[in-house]
């Protein structure tokens, strides 16, 4: 190398020596971006062509941080199961999430095609003691929510049941947030168990008592998932549709699209 | 000073799978430390670390294995806290504040003296443009070679020395404005 003329201050070069040695990783944040990465599929270096599968996760993490940002704690889309899979006991003996592709994956179908990277805290104790606790952000909210809930007054993409009552749509407050975030969830952790009956059920009770809710985007994005978990394709294709329609620029939109293509 | 030989790990050799996981096991902390003293506040350091490797993985295929990896995930480390840091300045313009630099969750018993070191070394270097404290701390802390970090940071080698060189300089007089209390 070539050298450099000057030195540097002693007391500078103590300080740059101290820095030498790394700081740990919290615990708790290690496990947590561990968790986040390990949904993600297997790539291979200098061979494949990842770029649109960055971009694609890209796109979903930054769902993710928009979602954490508005405080929901809840993602629509893959940004939700990024944020599950974090959040889903690390003990499972079989985790429920193996790629984000793999959870579109109908209940029925061969396997993945990508390998399950697993967590390497997977044999730790649980974050959580049940995967039916509400998603708990770990810190408040930084940046704006860039306007992605200005489309959240729409209508529901997917109407209510004939049958069910529709309640008096209020304006979204604190607690009915709640109230909504804690349904979803609840169709979220079904979606994790691979349950899409039960997903559904949750998001067609979220769809009656909330017809103008703030998380439509959110609560229309599991649909599809829990649709193409189901079989259902061509539901979940319509589904897709509108949600194209009524919030073209949901983040979560790429890698649903992505999802359902896979699926023959 | 004589850097000390960059750390390559062979995390994945050409053509065999890489797992997410395991590039961050090998390279996790590494690149929380290369925020972290690019000046990333402690609270954002779980997210952009999180962000590094989803670039990263994205990335991989512009990644030749015969090269060291760190000074590459270096650059893209430095790319995101910059995004991040032009963000937060717009934010101070409208009035906003810039978060604390340096973390604050560790015991301040016996650590005190390493973390208040670790802090002014951070804060000195905050003063500097992140171009120049990126090519400072690649070399002056991870012993990286200046051709290398031309490389790895897409600069023509004399702009990697001459960044190297005006960034010790800089950096001499922050630590010593900041030792005697300084802003």
């Known amino acids: ?264 | 000073m004589a850097p000390r030989a960059t750390t390559s790990r062979n995390v994945a050799p050409p053509g065999k799978a890489l797992t997410p996981d395991a590039l961050y096991r090998a390279e996790g902390e590494y690149v929380w430390n290369s925020l972290r003293r690019l000046g990333v506040a402690a609270a954002d350091l779980e997210d952009l670390t999180h962000e590094v490797f989803i670039v990263a993985l994205g990335r991989l295929s512009s990644y030749d294995p015969a090269r060291p990896l760190r000074p590459w995930l270096f650059g893209i480390a430095a790319r995101v806290a910059g995004h991040h840091q032009r963000w937060w300045r717009r934010r101070r313009e409208v009035g906003g504040e810039l978060p604390e630099l340096e973390d604050g969750g560790r015991p301040a018993d016996e650590e005190l003296a390493d973390r208040q070191a670790r802090a002014l070394l951070v804060r000195a270097l905050g003063q500097l443009k992140l171009e120049r404290r990126s090519v400072l701390i690649l070399h002056e802390i991870d012993g990286v070679a200046v051709p290398q970090i031309a490389e790895a940071l897409g600069i023509p080698l004399n702009t990697a020395y001459s960044r190297l060189r005006l960034g010790r300089a800089e950096l001499a007089v922050a630590v010593r404005r900041l030792a005697r209390g300084e802003r």
């Open chain 1, 1 to 264: 190398m070539t050298p450099l003329p000057g030195e540097l201050p002693g007391e500078l070069q103590a300080l740059l020596d101290r820095e030498r040695s790394p700081l740990p990783i919290p615990d708790d944040a290690s496990e947590r971006i561990a968790g986040q990465l390990a949904v993600l599929p297997v790539v291979l270096p200098g061979l494949s062509s990842p770029a649109s599968l960055g971009r694609r996760f890209a796109l979903l993490f930054r769902h993710r941080l928009t979602v954490g940002l508005v405080g929901l704690g809840l993602g629509g889309g893959l940004g939700a199961r990024l944020e599950a899979a974090r959040l889903r006991p690390a003990a499972a003996p079989a985790p429920a999430v193996a790629s984000a592709r793999e959870l579109l994956r109908p209940v029925e179908s061969p396997p993945p095609l990508f390998v399950e990277a697993r967590s390497p805290v997977a044999a730790r104790p649980a974050i959580l003691p049940s995967p039916r606790q509400p998603a708990v952000r770990r810190r408040a909210p930084k940046r704006p929510p860039e306007g992605r809930l200005e489309a959240a007054a729409l209508a529901p993409a997917a109407p209510p049941p004939a049958a069910a009552p529709a309640r008096p749509a209020a304006p979204p407050g604190a607690d009915s947030v709640a109230a909504e975030r804690e349904i979803l969830e609840i169709a979220r952790t079904a979606l994790l168990r691979r349950d899409p009956v039960d997903a559904l059920e949750a998001l067609d009770r979220h769809a009656r008592s909330f017809p103008a809710g703030a998380l439509i985007e959110e609560r229309e994005s599991l649909r599809i998932q829990a649709l193409a978990v189901a079989g259902r394709r061509d539901e979940a294709l319509q589904a897709l549709g509108r949600l194209e329609t009524e919030f073209p620029g949901s983040l979560s939109l790429p890698g649903l699209r992505a999802g359902l293509a896979e699926i023959p």
